[in-house]
Structures are given as structure tokens and as C-alpha cells.
């Protein structure tokens, strides 16, 4: 049996039916007296006491006809989701001991099975699996939804839930169910390993940067930055000065299918491209605002740029293409990202879990919420189903003819007399 202080929450679900049966009419009290509809509630006084919810698992547990059903872990995890189901954004949950346990922070390396998730719509929804990954060699491909998790069903959960759900000790198991973008559905038992992320990649889609007809593109670089690790800055350094020394066109710079990290990471990032400006703005419970301010001397400063965003372009990636498109450094090209823009910390819960709470959301440079709304592009470019058969990045062509044109812009405007 659970601890009884853990009853202090037991499930909401519960007493909408004892609400309901106010609605109804009037409950009969075992013991006579007058009709509980008649009582003046806690909730008309503005008090809740919850210690009733201690007491309705203890009715339940001497009475109830079906006691097969009152499994106490349910019991206790739904009257969690029933105080957070009210909750609007997706950065505050709950997660259980066993699954806190084995979470880790993104610090470059992880025990899982190795894939990028997403949510669309109510779906958790696999981006790609990370090469040379359990995912990936156990045939899970982009698009494929996961329906459920050790056979717990995934309905209604966050991305970061899914997530702690599905990494684990390496060498365990974890079932998935999942269902193919040709609807077949089926249980994929896949072994966990230790993941390591690489944060910062050169290899475009499809492993050389072509143009539009297929010639090979040489006087542009390609950085794609997967997730914004403790390792990212170190990793992108050394590239930046590179590609000044090489006197290329531009830099395209891709967070498609990025979906964020440290914070701390994302403003060193930005760094490296503003001179100066505003990054974001953080906004607490209270309305104060922190303003994170772009520090001078950045090594990308003077690199001619364009950025690449998807609908899977997440938190970290939104902040940095919203500070380099408000502060005018870059044209973003793409899809209008996912909107999620939310500062979350975990709090250490009696039971060995731990509650994810949202304390603050974040702004763009021109003062735009970016939860729940999302960053559009300044020229908007979405795969088609052709593009997808054919493997065709029609979204990284565009940047490539982007770029082109603004190099020979600034040529001709170099090359005019006044």
C-alpha cells in the first residue's frame, strides 16, 4: 500500500462524481441526517480540505463492489493527472520514480533507444532515429507513431513525458507500439543502449549540398545544430573559423527537427552571431522580465546567414531563429516552428518522483510569446509529398538560392559608385 500521505490527491475524477450527484439531486448519508445537497460546501466557502480524499479512498476501499479495480499505483497516478489536466501547457507533468530515476539532462549523452520525437497534434510522433542507434536498427523510421509504451497508452502526453518514458538503463527493454505512416501497427521490443548525441553536424540530407539542379554546392558551408548540448559551443567553434578563413558565400544553418536543450547553450549559440541586441525575454509568474542581451565579438558575426526551421523546431531552436530574424541577422526558411516556449524546473516529489513545473515563458526580441504560437518563417517552404518520395530538400535549395542572390546583391552594391 501507498503511504497515506500520498492520498492527499487522490483522484479529481472522483469528486466530479460526487459533484455530479449534487447536480442529480440528493445523495442519501448512511447515517441519516439532512441531504448532502443541503450542506454548504468547502468549495462555496473558497476552502478545500483533502483530507476527503483520504477519506473517499478509504470508502472506496471498504465498499466499493469491484475491487479488483482499485489498484492503488492507478489510483495515485490518476488523481496526479487529474490535478495537472486543467494545466494548459505542455511543461508541466508529472513523472513517476522509476522513470525519474534513470532521466538525464541533455549533456550529450543518454541511455535510450536513440530517436527524435515530436508531438502532432494529441500524437508522439517520431522525427528520425539517430544513425547507427537500437531505433534505427530496429526499422523505427520517420513519421511512425507511438502509440503506446510498455503497453501504457500514450494519449495525452507531452513530448518530455514520452521521453523519460521511453529512455532507460542500458541493456533493458522497452515496447513500443507503433503505428506506420501505412497504418499497420505493431509491438517493437527494442533494447536500450548508451545514445551519444552529436550536436553539431557538417553532412547535409543525403550527404553532399546540391542545388536545386543537382550540381554540387561548394561556396556555401552547412552546419546543422541537432540539440543544444553542454558540447555545441566547443563543437561549433572551430567550424565558424573555418568557414571565415574559407571565404564562402554563407553559412546555412539548420534546426529543423531540433528540439532544444539548455538554455545556457541556445544564448552562447546566438553569441556567436549577434554583435549585439536582444536575445529573448523571460517572463515569470509575476510579469518581471530578465532580458538576455547579445554579448559583441561573436566568431560568426560577419558570416552571411540563413537558417532553416521545420514544424519539429523546438524551445532552444525557436529562441535562437527568433533572436537571429528580430535582430535581422538572418532570413529563417522553412515551416512555422512547434511553440514551445517555456522555462520548466523539476521539483523532487515524497515518493522518489518528480513534478515538472512551468516558472516562466519566454518572448522574442520583439516582445512575441513563443509557447503555443510558434516563430513563421520569413519565406515559407514546406516538403511535398514529391519532395519527400524523391528525397529531394526542396527547403535547403531554397536556402542555397537564397544565399546566392544575397551575395551577388552585395557585390553589385559594392561595386556601385555613389
Known amino acids: 500500500m501507498l503511504k497515506a500521505a500520498r492520498w492527499m490527491v487522490v483522484s479529481m475524477l472522483m469528486v466530479v462524481a460526487m459533484v455530479l450527484s449534487f447536480v442529480l439531486g440528493y445523495a442519501f448519508n448512511e447515517g441519516g441526517g439532512e441531504p448532502l445537497g443541503a450542506q454548504t460546501s468547502a468549495a462555496q466557502e473558497g476552502q478545500f480540505d483533502f483530507s476527503v480524499l483520504n477519506q473517499i479512498h478509504d470508502i472506496l476501499t471498504d465498499d466499493y463492489v469491484d475491487p479488483d479495480r482499485l489498484d492503488d499505483e492507478t489510483l495515485y497516478e490518476s488523481a496526479i493527472s487529474g490535478l495537472l489536466a486543467p494545466l494548459s501547457d505542455s511543461g508541466t507533468f508529472y513523472v513517476?520514480?522509476?522513470?525519474?530515476?534513470?532521466?538525464?539532462?541533455?549533456?550529450?549523452?543518454?541511455?535510450?533507444?536513440?530517436?527524435?520525437v515530436s508531438q502532432q497534434g494529441s500524437e508522439i510522433v517520431i522525427v528520425a532515429p539517430i544513425s547507427d542507434t537500437p531505433a534505427e536498427?530496429?526499422?523505427l523510421r520517420s513519421g511512425d507513431?507511438?502509440?503506446?509504451?510498455?503497453?501504457?497508452?500514450?494519449?495525452?502526453?507531452?513530448?518530455?513525458?514520452?521521453?523519460?518514458?521511453?529512455?532507460?538503463?542500458?541493456?533493458?527493454?522497452?515496447?513500443?507500439?507503433?503505428?506506420?505512416?501505412?497504418?499497420?501497427?505493431?509491438?517493437?521490443?527494442?533494447?536500450?543502449?548508451e545514445i551519444r548525441v552529436e550536436s553539431v553536424s557538417v553532412v547535409p540530407p543525403g550527404g553532399i549540398l546540391e542545388d536545386a539542379e543537382g550540381n554540387p554546392v561548394t561556396d556555401i558551408a552547412y552546419i546543422r545544430i541537432r540539440e543544444f548540448t553542454a558540447l555545441t559551443r566547443e563543437q561549433l567553434q572551430p567550424l565558424l573559423e573555418e568557414i571565415r578563413r574559407s571565404g564562402k558565400r554563407g553559412l546555412i544553418l539548420d534546426l529543423r527537427a531540433n528540439p532544444g536543450g539548455l538554455l545556457s547553450t541556445t544564448?552562447?549559440?546566438?553569441?556567436?552571431?549577434?554583435?549585439?541586441?536582444?536575445?529573448?525575454?523571460e517572463v515569470d509568474k509575476e510579469g518581471e522580465e530578465l532580458a538576455f542581451n547579445?554579448?559583441?565579438?561573436?566568431?560568426?558575426?560577419d558570416i552571411p546567414l540563413v537558417v532553416l526551421v521545420d514544424r519539429f523546431s523546438a524551445s532552444g531552436a525557436e529562441v535562437l531563429a527568433a533572436a537571429?530574424?528580430?535582430?535581422?541577422?538572418?532570413?529563417?526558411?522553412?515551416?512555422?516552428?512547434?511553440?514551445?516556449?517555456?522555462?520548466?524546473?523539476?521539483?523532487?516529489?515524497?515518493?522518489?518522483g518528480a513534478l515538472f513545473v512551468s516558472i516562466a515563458r519566454w518572448l522574442t526580441p520583439e516582445r512575441i510569446q513563443i509557447d503555443g504560437v510558434g516563430i513563421r518563417p520569413d519565406i515559407e517552404a514546406v516538403l511535398s509529398d514529391e519532395d519527400i518520395d524523391l528525397r529531394r530538400d526542396s527547403q535547403l535549395h531554397?536556402?542555397?538560392?537564397?544565399?546566392?542572390?544575397?551575395?551577388?546583391?552585395?557585390?553589385?552594391?559594392?561595386?556601385?559608385?555613389p
Open 137 to 139: 536498427r530496429a526499422g
Open 294 to 301: 547579445a554579448r559583441p565579438g561573436g566568431e560568426g558575426v
Open 324 to 352: 537571429l530574424k528580430d535582430n535581422g541577422r538572418a532570413a529563417l526558411i522553412g515551416e512555422k516552428t512547434f511553440g514551445k516556449g517555456t522555462v520548466n524546473v523539476s521539483r523532487n516529489l515524497d515518493d522518489g
Open 267 to 281: 544564448v552562447d549559440v546566438a553569441n556567436m552571431f549577434l554583435d549585439s541586441g536582444i536575445i529573448l525575454f
Open 145 to 193: 507513431v507511438i502509440l503506446g509504451v510498455d503497453g501504457e497508452s500514450t494519449e495525452g502526453w507531452s513530448v518530455d513525458k514520452a521521453v523519460l518514458k521511453i529512455r532507460g538503463p542500458r541493456g533493458t527493454d522497452v515496447t513500443l507500439t507503433i503505428r506506420h505512416p501505412d497504418g499497420q501497427v505493431e509491438d517493437v521490443t527494442i533494447t536500450r543502449d
Open 96 to 116: 513517476d520514480p522509476t522513470t525519474y530515476q534513470v532521466s538525464v539532462g541533455p549533456g550529450g549523452t543518454f541511455e535510450g533507444i536513440g530517436a527524435t
Open 398 to 417: 531554397r536556402a542555397v538560392e537564397h544565399l546566392r542572390g544575397l551575395s551577388e546583391t552585395v557585390s553589385q552594391e559594392a561595386g556601385t559608385s
